[in-house]
């Protein structure tokens, strides 16, 4: 049994019982709930002074690091977008174990899921996540009270960013997934609000935590859109987009990079597939 949002939840099969203290402050994370500390942030558009050679990391992607030349350069954010069902979980939790299984430490934030989903989903894929869960390199944050005004009214942009940027900090995770960037509902009056915050947390991530983050964005079925709001694209470092196409009478998962900021692409488009185990697998070009 854990505790979440004040609410005792209990996990079938693996998921072990791990019990905390209360803490007045929200969002938890299911791991390490105690934070407390202030962080101060370079909201600013000027970003760090960086070597001329760009580094990049392993994606852990099958297939993926050639469309990239070799992996996604260190330390920026990159949006990754589709309709329902194309993967964008998947791939997000993939990259972030790939860095756990190298010794890396990574956080999963989400924010329209419940994190028991999240455990049990990558379960149901053959992988067992919960001994990162229990020595603490892999962590997954529930957001869902941060944005629980957003349905109705404006909410705090500085606090949520401020949050996000000390559960990174605090734990020294070099790996970041934001599923999703933004919620999925929210009122008109809460828009201006939705575009600040994007900017701001693009922003924050790159210039104050040196991690490197996917952001996932829905976009509607059938839509050439890559985003659900309509910055995402603008800010972030580079653009994945994942699609269902209808080939052959059949309809198949595919993969392309619209752009990438600091290194060469492949813009070639790209079919895959998620197995047992395996999890997000390239095939063949499309």
Known sequence: MIKIENEYINFPKKVKENN????????RSI?????????????????????NTM??????????????????????????????????TMF???????????????????????????????????????????????????ATKHFSTAKNKNFDVKKIVTDIIGYVETSKAT?????PIAPLIFSDDAFPDVVEY????????????????LLTSYVPMGSEKVSSIGIEEFAASGIIVLKLVKLNNKRI???????????????????????EKRGVVLRQPI
């Open 20 to 27: 905390y203290k209360k803490q007045n402050h929200q969002p």
């Open 31 to 51: 791991h390490n709930p105690n934070r407390t500390k202030t962080h101060k942030l370079n909201l600013g558009l000027s970003s760090p002074i960086v070597n």
């Open 55 to 88: 580094k990049k990391i392993d994606t852990g992607i099958e297939g993926f690091n050639k469309l990239l030349y070799g992996g996604l350069p260190k330390g920026r954010a990159y949006l990754v977008s589709g309709e329902p069902g194309t993967g964008k």
């Open 92 to 142: 997000s939790l993939q990259f972030l174990l790939t860095g756990v299984r190298q010794g890396e430490k990574a956080i999963y934030i989400t924010i329209d899921e419940r994190p028991e989903h999240i455990i049990l989903d990558a379960e149901a894929l053959g992988w067992d996540i919960q001994p990162y869960l229990n020595d603490g390199r892999l962590q997954i944050i529930d």
């Open 175 to 179: 790996r970041l997934a934001i599923d």
């Open 198 to 213: 994007i900017r701001n947390l693009i922003f924050s991530i790159e210039n104050n935590t040196g991690c490197t983050t």
């Open 253 to 275: 998962r595919t993969i392309g990079v619209r752009k990438m900021r600091g290194t060469r692409i492949d813009l070639t488009e790209y079919s895959f597939e998620i197995l």
